[in-house]
């Protein structure tokens, strides 16, 4: 203790040098002055004035060791025990709590306690929890001033718990603030009123700031470590959002390759490795020019499309995709459909879906070259029939009576009918398989319709089957972009269904006419007609319906098929409207696109 | 009387060609395959050779080839009869240098006609020539 008590006056002299000096000197002055009643008086002031500064020392201490305990712990509630136990160790306090108020709801709740000998004390209940200015904690926190209380029994600002407390006479509160904000309040009792001296108050007071900026601290880091929890969860949830999305992706049997907005390969998976024949890690992270090469010429459109998106994403328009059928190098048939990937009006990239159809196109050539041959095997029978027939009607074995030219004219016209279908056939495999290719040019609707009407007026002239045509377009029609072919094939057909389904002297009235972008043409004829039932399916192979006056012409059901899909060909549409009311007649109409002349 | 050199191996469809163009009034050679067209065609020297495509030993395409590259008969059109209608192979057929490709099954009528028309195109061509 001696050691301790030198050291210490020297932190004192050094603390309050001049107070000292100046003491000392008075002291000498006295001493040489007067007598000796005055050194005992002296000697107990430096006494006084050593236990005074021994006093501060020791709350100096106390406090740092307050300091150092709630800045090293960044546990809370540890430190707030610790503190309020050395608290009552350093004042002689028998019992402290610490209550906080909540910035929810703004009460004071009890948050730390030290001393309380078993829960009865505070009346069994949980800690109650008092509204600002409730209290002597309220109090404290609503005057933002510290108070000593010498008998809590004596002062109204005290409320009594239910069960009174003995060991809580003498109280000193304190608030807890930092800077303007007080955040709750530091108690600490003793049973024995009049305990606690203002000192006291002085040291919990100071105290009380200090554990303010440690639980300011505390709070503050737990909101940042909470932050930092909170964005950790979210980041891991989005991995592993995404490494779903991308094992959902990886497991589709289709090629997915997703491009972002400036061009670069973001994501393969395995199956458009496959398809691609490609490599995922030395794809990804590339430009997608760099494979252009590398897929040949058939896959320009596709890189084109997407650089086109990339590099002015206004160019797409809501709903635009592009698909296509893609011949690869590596000899496989590729179908790839592309669309932009919009998100919140903004461009992030394109997505392509590749199916490997080669197997499908290899069945389906399989399959047209089986149509050819049969078709080819069937010829070679039908022309002997035919023509046999016909030489017999020719009469170039001799003369035939009626009967024999008749049945002859059956197996002739029979043979004939057999020969367009086994026609229609191979024309209709060959176009579904898409190995009919279109040589588009502008064509004078006006001059193709006269032609296809000239063959069936002189049909009609031949067969003695009374027709009035009639041809009905504006002199400036404009021209159509089509295959003269194909366009007067189209034509042909529906005039020849026009021509067999309605009956002699009848008539036929074809109507061209300008519409938005294209030429309308509207064939009118009032023959039999085609049953409302019967119209969904009137563009089926096959179909011919159940109307005796229809299955009573020969007909393919071929012809139909084969004009819609010609149509199709050339983007045009086609539709038919009919009441279904013999004599009523029906109106096929199709449309052909214009003829854009080329600046 | 124009002669006319066919070549066909169904032995129904050259007999019935036959038939027809005797009744229309020519003179027919036939041969069974496309290496006895050429031999005919050389030494016949027909006004006009009627050639099916798919025949044993030389098809059409090379009998043709082979008549237009013989310069005793370069002069002869070929005309092709075939049921085989596909445009590839009508282009092929052309390539081989025939004036004309008819399809099978055709009529007495149509077959007479064709063969006709293709002899007045090329007996005026010759008598223009000779002028």
């Known amino acids: 203790m001696s050691l301790g008590q030198s050291a210490l006056v020297g932190i004192g002299l050094l603390l309050t040098g001049i107070v000292i000096v100046l003491l000392v000197r008075a002291s000498l002055r006295f001493a040489h002055a007067s007598n000796a009643h005055l050194v005992p008086e002296l000697e107990q002031r430096v006494a006084e004035r050593t236990a005074e500064l021994a006093r501060e020392k020791h709350n100096t201490e106390t406090l740092l060791r307050v300091l150092g305990e709630v800045s090293a712990s960044l546990d809370l509630d540890r430190a707030l025990n610790r503190t309020l136990a050395l608290l009552n160790e350093v004042i002689g306090a028998e019992q402290g709590s610490i209550l906080l108020i909540n910035a929810e709801d703004n009460t004071i709740h009890y948050r730390a306690g030290y001393g309380y000998m078993m829960p009865s004390i505070t009346g069994g209940a949980k800690p109650t929890t008092l509204k600002i200015g409730e209290g002597l904690a309220g109090w404290v926190i609503k005057n933002r001033q510290a108070a000593l209380i010498t008998d809590v029994r004596q002062d109204e600002r005290w409320m009594e718990l239910p069960v009174k407390s003995p060991y809580q006479r003498n109280v000193i509160a304190a608030p807890l603030a930092v800077g303007e904000d007080v955040i709750g309040v ?208 020719m009469g170039a074995a001799g003369a035939l009576n009626e009967k024999q030219t008749h049945f002859l004219e059956i197996v002739s016209s029979n043979t004939e009918r057999l020969s367009i279908l086994v026609n229609d056939l191979l024309d209709l495999s060959r176009i579904e398989a898409g190995r009919v290719s279109l040589s588009l040019q502008p064509l004078d609707l006006r001059e193709v319709a006269e032609s296809a009407m000239g063959e069936v007026t002189r049909r009609s002239q031949v067969e003695k089957k009374e027709m009035d045509l009639k041809l009905d377009a504006p002199p400036d029609l404009p021209r159509v972009y089509g295959d003269l072919e194909r366009v007067h094939q189209i034509l042909s057909n529906l005039l020849d269904n026009a021509y067999r389904y309605t009956p002699e002297k009848g008539h036929i009235i074809v109507h061209l006419e300008k519409v938005e972008g294209e030429v309308q043409v509207d064939m009118m004829d009032n023959g039999v007609g085609i049953a409302p039932e019967d119209q969904g399916r009137i563009f089926e192979r096959f179909f011919r319906g159940e109307n005796p006056l229809v299955l009573a012409t020969p007909g393919t059901g071929l012809g139909l098929p084969i004009v819609k899909q010609l149509v199709n060909m050339h983007k045009g549409r086609i539709w038919m409207k009919s009441t279904g009311i013999a004599g009523e007649g029906s109106t096929f109409s199709f449309t052909l696109p214009l003829y854009q002349a080329k600046e | 009387m124009a002669k006319i050199l066919i070549a066909e191996d169904e032995r129904d469809i050259r007999d019935l060609i036959t038939y027809t163009l005797n009744f229309a009034g020519y003179e027919v050679v036939s041969a069974g395959d496309g290496e006895e067209a050429v031999a005919l065609a050389l030494q016949e020297m027909p006004d006009l050779v009627l050639l099916d495509v798919r025949m044993p030993r030389m098809t059409g395409y090379e009998a043709c080839k082979a008549i237009k590259a013989d310069e005793k008969t370069k002069g002869i059109p070929v005309v092709f009869l075939s049921a085989k209608g596909q445009e590839a192979e009508i282009q092929a057929g052309m390539q081989a240098g025939a004036v004309e490709y008819l399809l099978k099954p055709f009529s007495p009528d149509q077959l007479t006609a064709r063969v006709q028309a293709v002899l007045a195109k090329f007996s005026d061509e010759r008598n223009s020539s000779r002028r």
């Open chain 1, 186 to 393: 530091i108690m600490v009792f003793h049973h024995t009123t009049g305990f606690f001296t203002p000192e006291n108050m002085n040291m919990v007071q100071a105290i009380g700031s200090q554990v303010a900026v440690a639980i300011n601290n505390a709070q503050l880091y737990e909101l940042i470590r909470d932050q930092a929890e909170r964005l950790g969860n979210m980041l891991r949830n989005q991995q592993v959002e995404a490494s779903r999305q991308k094992a959902i992706l990886e497991a589709v049997a289709d090629g997915v390759l997703v491009t972002d907005a400036n061009n670069e390969i973001n994501f393969v998976n395995s199956s458009a490795e496959q398809i691609l024949g490609l490599k995922a890690e030395t794809t990804i992270g590339q430009s997608l020019d760099n494979f252009v090469g590398l897929f040949g010429k058939a896959t320009q459109t596709w890189t084109q499309t997407i650089r086109a998106w990339s590099e002015d994403p206004t160019s797409y328009q809501p709903g635009d995709t592009y698909a296509e059928q893609l011949n690869l190098e590596n000899e496989r048939v590729v179908l790839v459909h592309l669309a932009p990937v919009i998100w919140r009006n903004e461009f992030l990239g394109t997505v392509s879906i590749f199916r490997d159809i080669t197997h499908e196109v290899e069945v389906d050539q399989l399959k047209s070259e089986f149509v050819a041959t049969v078709s080819h095997e069937l010829r070679t029978p039908m022309t002997s029939i035919k023509g046999y027939a016909d030489l017999l009607l």
